[in-house]
């Protein structure tokens, strides 16, 4: 539990990475506030619909995770319970 | 006497009228009998003749109150003229009728009105007009009138028209309403997927179960277990951070994050092949991948590498310190490829560990052997990062430094049991009964021809100190022993107190001594005095000698073939060999670790993928590729047992 927490914030705290947990509304945040509701409301929209999606092919199965690479960064989702963890990480080439 | 001669005609007239009334008279003379004749004074006295005469009365048809003297001018002769002709009509009575023609409008109508009003009369009118008129004519205009009466009747007439209204009273309105509390209404939208579908049912399914469960009789303690649990699970949540209410997630992101980083190592890992290797002419290379450190072990050194056998990329590392001078604590970190990052298991010990071994059968457990001579048992799926068994001096640990122990078999009553090797010369059978170590001495190594005579005649036995040993991977009681001396020994878990065999092996403690795999009958073993020497176990002398150049850390053979085992020199290289390509010199040599004076303690194989592991004493442990000349297999299975039989065969000579 608090290794994880660590590992976490030790992701955080680089320079590469800024992430934010919500739950519906965002708990947690490295991002200035505009930006973290934004994110937040349209991920969680894209997250639903993904799982949605994967569970209607196959009920038994969902989502772990998302992952969309776009040119300037690639914007990691993980849903779990009720809370979706979103990190944005800048390429390192 | 203008009198008399009026009278004279008018007597006349009179006389007629005389001589009628006379006549009259005359008639009613009988009456008037008596009358005599009177002649008035007045009377005009006639002659006779004049008596006589005769006078001529006329009746004529004359007006006699008819002017006949009218006249009237005629403008072409000029001059008033009498009229010929008089008027000698003389009305005497005229009285104005109301009698009207029967044929014009105002009779029709009138006989339409007296039609209507007397129905009866009506047709005794049109008979008596039928019978009152002889042409058909007026029979026909008979019949026409009934019709037309009904129609005429309708007919409003124009200039006697009569409106009449009535004006009702309208009741005033009044407006009554009534208001009820709305019903309360909620919005609810939901989509009807499978996966909804699929989740209703297994709740259902669920909840039965429950239900099942809870009429069993046992579920009186394990409800009073499971709210106890329960509490403790709640109150640890509601202390707990934000963060490790998605520890999945955050675990699962925190792999996703690190395979972007080190996104070309794991390219590399999986998919690059050293096409160089076909110009190398049989040489290979080790690609370095990933570097795994981790802050708090920086200061120690790696001690053991151990890959776990169910989760192949799951290795763990033990760290304490070789250095007799700096002892302190040890830590236990398990690494997964997939986060170079960071440990997924950290525990930490305070004495430095030397050694671990992980449970074939339950991956979870991890044996460790202390500096102090403890021995413990880790399990992986307990939180804690403190051991759930350990020894203690009570429980007969050993007095010296743990440097190797392994798993066995289950013993017969299924209980875990692992074995300990230690410089005090005691190899150590553990078993863990009801939650508890319990030691039995397996061997002691006593050390041949060196009993001393110790005070008051007793004998001393010196005992040489065990720093590793190895399990035949078929025969089941055989493994070999290496000691401080150099000394490996043969031995049998059934015989305690005599070795199988003993090979003078180096002149050096032997670092470490591994059976092959494939071929039962070699093993080898590598030491401080610089050489790796791999032998037949029964034969004394070894098959094949490598001198390194170095003190030789340590020495595995590989996996995926029978000839081909790697070395590590403290002088920080990486030999590989392959005894069936070459038999006198490395494959591989490979400066592996960055700095000088960094020495290799470890290596390992992962038993799938084509990695080795290194480990160093500054705490690093570097994850390196073979490149396929080193990874070189036999084409057949069979053919790995009789590889190193013809090796050997070829071989012994250039010894």
Known sequence: GAGKSRALMQIFS???????????IPIRTTFD???????????????MKARSTVRDIDPRNDLTFLRIRSKKH???????????????????? | MLLAMAIAPYRATRLQDEDVSTEVGEGLDEWAAGKILVKPPDQLELTEAELKEEFTRILTANNPHAPQNIVRYSFKERTYK??????????????NGNMILKDSDEGRRQNARLSIEAGNTEDIQEEAEEAGTA?????????EPPPLRPKERKLANQFNFIERAS????????????????????????????????????????????????????????????????RKSTSLESQSDDITKVSKAAKIMERMVNQNTFDDIAQDFKYFEDASDEYRDQQ???????????????????????????????????????????QSRGMLLLYTMKNPSFPEYIFSSESGIMCLDIHNAHPHLVAVGFYDGNVAIYNLKKPSSQPSYKSSAKSGKHTDPVWQVKWQKDDMDNNLNFFSVSSDGRIVSWTLVKNELVHTDVIKLSVEGTTMQGPEGLQLQTLGCGTSFDFHKKIDYLFLVGTEEGKIYKCSKCYSSQFLDVFEAHHMAVDAVSWNPYHTKVFISCSSDWTVKIWDHTIKTPMFIYDLNSAVGDVAWSPYSSTVFAAVTTDGKAHVFDLSVNKYEAICTQVVVAKKKNKITHVQFNPVYPVVIIGDDRGHVTCLKLSPNLRRMPKQPAV???????????GSEGI
Request: proline fraction near 5%; hydrophobic fraction near 35%.
């Open chain 1, 14 to 24: 680089e320079e590469i990475m800024e992430g934010l947990i919500t739950f519906g």
């Open chain 1, 33 to 47: 506030n505009s930006t973290t509701v934004q994110y937040a409301g349209l991920l969680q929209q894209l997250t």
């Open chain 1, 74 to 93: 690639e914007i990691m989702v993980a849903p779990e319970n009720e809370y979706l963890l979103i990190v944005i990480q800048k390429p390192c080439e």
């Open chain 2, 82 to 95: 009498p009229i010929s002709y008089v008027d000698q009509m003389a009305i005497h009575f005229s009285l």
């Open chain 2, 135 to 143: 042409e058909v004519a007026e029979a026909a205009e008979a019949e």
């Open chain 2, 167 to 230: 004006k009702t009273l309208n009741n005033p309105l009044r407006d009554r309403a009534c208001q009820s509390e709305p019903t309360p209404c909620k919005n609810f939208s939901a989509t009807a997927n499978q996966w909804e579908i699929y989740d209703a049912y297994v709740e259902e399914l669920q909840k039965m179960e429950k239900s099942k469960e809870k009429e069993k009789p046992r579920a009186h303690i394990a409800k009073k277990e499971e709210k106890r649990r329960g």
């Open chain 2, 284 to 326: 290979g290379t080790l690609l370095p991948l990933w570097k795994f450190q981790y802050d708090k072990t920086k200061r120690l050194a790696v001690t053991a590498i151990s890959w776990n056998p169910k989760y192949k990329d799951l290795f763990a590392v033990g760290y304490g310190s070789y250095d007799f001078m700096k």
């Open chain 2, 640 to 650: 790995q047992l009789a590889a190193p039989d013809k090796v050997l065969h070829n």
